[in-house]
């Protein structure tokens, strides 16, 4: 593979974070400095890395029971029930793990619960009384509409009686929540939509959403969020894309320019194409770095896509000779597609207007060898790319 797609998976790798930033032993929790005593544990894990951050933990402690809710099960974990859910879209799968761990933390009683959450965690658990197809339907509306991933947790949150600081509410234990960002911006709240999180947003903000998407949804429809905790909470943020960037930028030297990336993602790859023209032509060569998640908005069916192949298009339409760009899905997925993403270059004389009309990016990234296949990583911080100028 690759050496920088291989760097970009080295970097957020989940494992790796969690040993060098967390001290475990029997009955004792360090992270930053803050410990942590107990004797029974409830470690909950939910997210594309669940399974990577509860083996990080079961191979250095034993805990009084585990739950585990994963996408895929791709690796052995003894000792903890694991409950494979889906993603992105809602099941009856995300209901029966939400049921399970809301009944667990109702009825017993631990010192501590360890809670590991990571991206992809809307989808894989949810806890409602809403019908499933009335929310398939409008979580399905809210991920093609192009609002960014902060506006569409918003109205999760006000879907679900386990998302928006719900999870921590129904706890009678401590939690500490170790959390890997998938958000532009590390807000912690819309990770996973912030299940151990107090929410500051109300239903009055979920419905100015859904109005801007033409959805109207009656206030007893939603569900307001708690606004204080049953139980002492104590958040952290273990990894998100912008320490993958300067970390790629300690290795590979250039200039990061935002790890905050949002907005339509062909109009993106259109930016960068225009940032490495004109870097080549004063003679500024060198590398770019940008991570976050540019918006796709999906009228009709579309096609074989995702948010990497638009911003590649967006590239290779303006883009000249001599500039290149890596566009990574660190979860390995871009969209529907089975790739992480693309490698291009400028200056080909391709026609992109009828791939990006039907949303179908990978129809011409397969024809031009362009694509990367990492397989599913267990790991999600959002997307890197990174642009090589004149080299």
């Known amino acids: ?124 658990l949810e806890y409602t009384d809403i019908p499933l197809e009335e929310l398939r339907s409008l979580n399905d509306r809210l991920v093609k509409s192009g609002l960014t991933i902060n506006e569409i947790n918003v109205v999760r949150k006000h879907l679900s009686k386990i998302k928006g600081g719900w999870l921590a509410n129904y706890s009678k234990s401590p939690i500490v929540s170790l959390i890997i960002s998938d958000v532009p911006g590390g807000d912690l709240s819309a990770v996973g939509s912030g299940p151990t999180v107090l929410d500051s947003t109300t239903v009055d903000d979920a419905i100015r959403i859904l109005k801007k998407i033409g959805i109207e949804l009656k206030r007893e429809d939603l569900i307001e969020t708690p606004k204080s905790l049953s139980a002492p909470v104590y958040n952290f943020k273990i990894l998100d894309v912008e320490e993958v960037l300067i970390k790629l930028r300690s290795y590979l030297g250039g200039k990061i320019i935002s790890s905050e990336v949002r907005g339509d993602a062909f109009s993106f790859g259109a930016n960068l194409a225009g940032i490495g023209n004109t870097l080549l032509r004063i003679g500024d060569k060198g590398i770019i770095l940008a991570g976050g998640e540019p918006e796709v908005k999906i009228e009709g069916k579309g096609g074989k896509g995702g948010r990497n192949g638009e911003v590649c298009l967006g590239f290779l339409k303006f883009a000249n000779k001599g500039i290149k760009l890596y566009a990574i899905a660190t979860d390995g997925i871009d969209g529907n597609s089975e790739y992480a993403g693309c490698i291009v270059e400028g200056g080909l004389d391709i026609d992109v207007d009828k791939y990006i009309l039907i949303h179908s990016s990978y129809e011409l990234l397969e024809k031009i060898n362009a694509t990367i296949y990492t397989g599913f990583t267990g790991n999600n911080v959002n997307n890197v790319y990174l642009l090589e100028v004149g080299k």
Do not use: C, W
């Open 1 to 124: 593979m690759n050496e920088i797609v291989n760097k970009v998976l080295e970097f957020s790798d989940s494992y790796k974070v969690l040993e060098e930033k967390i001290r475990v032993k029997q009955g004792e929790l360090n992270v930053e400095g803050n410990v942590f005593k107990f004797s029974r544990l409830l470690l909950l894990a939910v997210g594309k890395s669940s399974i990577k951050m509860a083996k990080f933990f079961l191979q250095r402690i034993k805990v009084s029971k585990g739950i585990v809710i994963t996408p895929e099960i791709y690796d052995k974990l003894e000792g903890v029930e694991i409950l494979q859910s889906t993603h992105p879209q809602i099941s009856e799968k995300s209901l029966k793990a939400g049921e399970r761990v809301v009944e667990v933390l109702k009825k017993e009683d631990y010192d501590l619960v360890l809670f590991l959450l990571s991206g992809g965690a809307s989808a894989l």
